[in-house]
């Protein structure tokens, strides 16, 4: 079956760590996003990208960083520039250039500090 | 800007009953609308959308129509049950972008 798969579903970071999380999509979509979640609050966006080996920032960019080597592919890494980590991760992704067209999401990574 | 404003909750409502959740919208150009639902430890999952004026986007039972006048795109079903206990999200892209924007979520709870 076509989805999204992200990994792992819940992590562990220490003081000064940066951890990555994973994001495998088998839609042959050209478009990912990564959201977060605080309890209580929509999704903020945190970076898209539309293309391999393209990627723009979104609403809340600070202390994350990605990369987009391949279409399947794109991982999030939360650096230790992230005062405030712990949240909900969920990555997407849609057809490319198509807006009314729905985002297809992951079960999400939860993430906590230890 | 473009944002989306929803009913806050949480809402709690008995079986069968008749379920309205409000969203309003602001937008800068011409905006498809959507409302996702996320049950405990998931992600998002489509529930219905829009994309012109007037539109009417139904599944499952629940139904919202694209009400350019009023910028509004309110969900409702006629009798809900247990099942459809969840965090139900409103949002909307912008023609030619495709960021989705959110609404803040409205936690429903639906009692035997």
């Known amino acids: 079956d076509g989805g999204i798969t992200q990994s792992p579903k819940y992590l562990f970071r220490k003081e000064g760590q940066n951890v990555t999380l994973s994001c495998e999509q088998n839609?042959?979509?050209?478009?990912m996003y990564w959201y977060r979640q605080d309890p209580g609050q929509g999704l903020r966006l945190i970076y898209y990208?539309?293309?391999?080996?393209?990627?723009q920032k979104g609403d809340i960019a600070e202390g994350y960083s990605v990369s987009r080597e391949k279409k399947e592919s794109f991982p999030l890494t939360v650096t230790s520039a992230q005062k405030n980590p712990t949240a909900f991760y969920l990555c997407?992704?849609?057809?490319?250039?198509?807006?009314?067209?729905?985002?297809?999401f992951g079960d999400g990574t939860r993430l906590s500090i230890l | 800007g473009n944002s989306v404003t929803q009913m806050e909750g949480p809402v709690t409502l008995s079986e069968e009953a008749f379920l309205t959740i409000n969203c309003t919208y602001t937008?800068?150009?011409?905006?498809?609308l959507f409302w996702y639902v996320q049950y405990p430890g998931e992600g998002l999952q489509l529930l219905l959308k829009?994309?012109?004026?007037?539109d009417k986007g139904s599944n499952k039972g629940f139904e919202a129509t694209y009400r350019k006048e009023t910028t509004s795109f309110h969900l409702e079903k006629g009798s809900v049950q247990v099942s459809d206990s969840a965090v139900y999200f409103c949002?909307?892209?912008?023609?030619?972008?495709?960021?989705?924007?959110f609404g803040q979520g409205t936690r429903l709870t639906i009692n035997p």
């Open positions: 990208s539309q293309i391999v080996n393209d990627f």
């Open positions: 997407a992704s849609s057809t490319q250039g198509a807006s009314n067209q729905p985002q297809h």
């Open positions: 839609l042959n979509h050209d478009a």
């Open positions: 949002a909307l892209t912008i023609q030619g972008a495709q960021k989705l924007v």
């Open positions: 829009a994309t012109k004026a007037d």
């Open positions: 937008a800068t150009g011409y905006p498809s």
